[in-house]
């Protein structure tokens, strides 16, 4: 585990919260916080094109985009991880326009589709809280609640980390997941 990590079991799977680069990975898939034409961008999205290599555009060309709040699996090119998900989160104008069930969608559709493609550990970053801009408490708690219910109904997903290139901003989510209920 790493410095400042933090875990918490569901079921059999964990959740972990750490500080760390997204693009070092090394699980069945990472989470790339895309745009609609998932043809590279800024932030996450630009890193994992740069990192990935040519592979992983070549591949979102195919898919014609992808709508906020859906998931699209490609290759992970020359990443640590397998494959990279790409899911658009919602831009946040006030938190009233479906921000909050968009955003929830790109995690459990990200996982939805991890699970029909037989992968057990995934990484996400924290979606839509870059120029998108989610307030990061509230998107804190909306991931890993979403993530937390979704691991209940799953037991076939092992391990879920979302990484966070801050301190601060692992903090928040490690907040979140502290919050959760114990069962």
């Known amino acids: 585990m790493k410095t400042g990590a933090m875990e ?19 699980v069945d ?25 040519p592979a992983i555009i070549e591949e979102c060309r195919k898919l ?16 640590a991880a397998r494959h990279v998900i790409h899911t658009v989160g919602p831009v946040y104008r006030d938190g009233k326009h479906n921000e ?17 493609h037989g992968l057990k550990t995934v990484s996400f ?13 509230d998107a804190a708690r909306i991931a890993v609640s979403t993530v937390e219910a979704f691991l209940k109904a799953h037991p076939t997903i092992e391990r879920v980390r979302f990484v966070l290139f801050s301190k601060e901003v692992q903090a928040v989510f490690a907040r ?5 209920p114990d069962y």
């Open 29 to 53: 898939a990472i989470v790339n916080a895309a745009n609609k034409t998932l043809l590279g961008g800024g932030g996450v999205d630009g890193a994992i094109h740069r990192a990935g290599g």
């Open 100 to 116: 909050p069930q968009l955003l929830a969608s790109c995690h459990r559709r990200s996982l939805e589709v991890a699970v029909e």
């Open 8 to 26: 918490r079991k569901v079921g059999s799977a964990i959740i972990e919260i750490v500080q760390g680069d997204l693009t070092r990975e090394d």
């Open 125 to 137: 970053p924290a979606i839509s809280c870059g120029v998108y801009g989610y307030p990061i408490p």
């Open 64 to 79: 014609h985009g992808c709508e906020t709040g859906d998931a699209k699996i490609t290759t992970g090119g020359k990443l």
């Open 176 to 180: 979140a997941l502290e919050a959760l």
